[in-house]
Each structure stands twice: as C-alpha cells, then as structure tokens.
C-alpha cells in the first residue's frame, strides 16, 4: 500500500445547519479547525478540502492549506470522486468537516483495515462507537449501525437497529462515526452508481454501497467527538475545547 491522502468534503449549505463549517470555534473556523487537526496527525501525504463553496475554499488556501473546487453533490462521497478521480493513490480517507476533535488513533486503524486485508475484500472501512444514552439511541442525527460476526456492516438507519424485543439479551447499540477509508476503485465505482432506495429513503449515503454487495468493515472505537449537525452540537464543541485549554 503506497499513497494514503485524506479529503475533506465541505458545503456551506448545509440543510440542517447552513453556514456551519465557517462558524467559528476557538479561534479558527470549524473547517480549518478540522483541516489542521487531520494534517498535524502526519499520516497522510496529501490532505485536501474539496468544496463547491468559494468561501470555504478561500478560507482554506488563505490559510496556506489545500483546497480544491468541485460541482454540486448530494454526498460527501460524490464530492470526494470528482476530486480525486485524476490523483495517483491507493486509500483515501474521508474526514467529515465537520468532526473537527477527530484523533489520530482511529485514523490508523482504518488505515490498518486495508494493511490487514490481503485478499482485498473490503471496498471500504469506517467506525462505531457504543451507545448507551437512550436518547442518543433514540435520535435520529444519530445513524445506527449492525454488523455480522466480522465487524461487517449489515445495515445502517436512523432508526434504532437491533430492536430489542427479547428482553433477556442485552442489546449493544453502535453509533455510526461518518469517517470513511475508501480503495480508489471502490469510490469511483460509488461515484458511477444511481442513488439506491434505501439509501434515499435513509438519507445515508453508505447505504448505496451495501445495496450494490459491497463490503464495510467497521472498527470500534472509543473516539468521543462531536459532530457539527446543529447550533446546539457548536456550543458543545466550544465546551471541549474551552475544557481542553
């Protein structure tokens, strides 16, 4: 395995939160926040911001980052496929920007998926953590995974998956973390797919993959972050980092 970048895909309109990755956290914008996080972990040999917004990517190569401007998408993976589809590389990562307190532990053990899988049977990876809150559970922003007995994705959904109906089992519940590593081939193959039924239905993009038989591994971590969806989430990410000064 040769050259690992990471990407960044970035919109200004976001519908739930519209403006978001330019609001500012500490003392630097939520994007560059995320930028400068990913590219301190030196795990990567290119790190790059794609965008269809002008003030994103303005944000972004004023501050001696790399940024690069695309059409209009409906999904981060879409975005992704156009930036990279002419760069010579094995695995991309795509880092949400709006998961600015992402670590660099669980960026290696995506990393390690692909290391690890000599057959190439995995198209692409990404992470779980445990839920135990009900409501966290029980929330919708919060995209639930199931996996089989190989850490394999099964299904994604905003409902809460498993249902618990036997009520002798304990039932372990995984939030989805919306960070991806990807083979080339996989997401140019992705980017080249209708959008699927489920997939539109969920309103979760990594659900077209499933339901053209490819296959997820999904790795636990104990990563806590917090995911920009709402002005609320913004409130508690200048918490952390008040609490991290």
């Known amino acids: 395995m040769n050259k690992i970048i990471a990407v960044i895909p970035a919109r200004f309109e976001a519908s739930r939160f519209p403006g978001k990755m330019m609001e500012i956290l500490g003392d630097k914008t939520v994007i560059r926040t995320t930028y400068d996080n990913v590219v301190e972990t030196n795990l990567f040999d290119e790190v790059i911001v794609a965008t269809d917004s002008k003030i994103i990517f303005d944000e972004i190569i004023n501050n001696g980052g790399n940024a690069k401007m695309t059409g209009s998408h409906e999904t981060g993976s879409d975005r992704i496929a156009e930036c990279v589809q002419n760069l010579a590389f094995d695995i991309v990562i795509n880092v949400q920007g709006d998961e600015p307190f992402l670590k660099k532990e669980p960026l290696q053990q995506l990393i390690s998926v692909f290391k690890n899988d000599t057959e190439q049977e995995i198209s692409l990876a990404s992470l779980k953590i445990k839920l135990h809150d009900l ?70 993009e990594c659900i077209r993959y499933l ?34 000064k």
Do not use: W
Not at 212 to 219: A, T
């Open 135 to 204: 409501e966290e559970i029980s929330n919708p922003n919060n995209v639930k995974v199931i996996t089989d007995l190989q850490d394999c994705a099964l299904y994604f959904s905003r409902s809460v998956i498993p249902y618990p109906r036997e009520i002798s089992q304990e039932t372990i519940y995984y939030k989805h973390i919306g960070v991806y590593a990807f083979r080339k081939e996989a997401l140019l193959k992705f980017s080249k797919l209708p959008m699927s039924p489920l997939e539109i239905s969920e309103k979760i």
């Open 211 to 244: 339901e053209n038989g490819m296959k997820i591994k999904m790795v636990e971590t104990d990563f806590v972050g917090v995911g920009i969806d709402v002005p609320e989430d913004l409130e508690k990410a200048r918490e952390i980092l008040k609490n991290q």
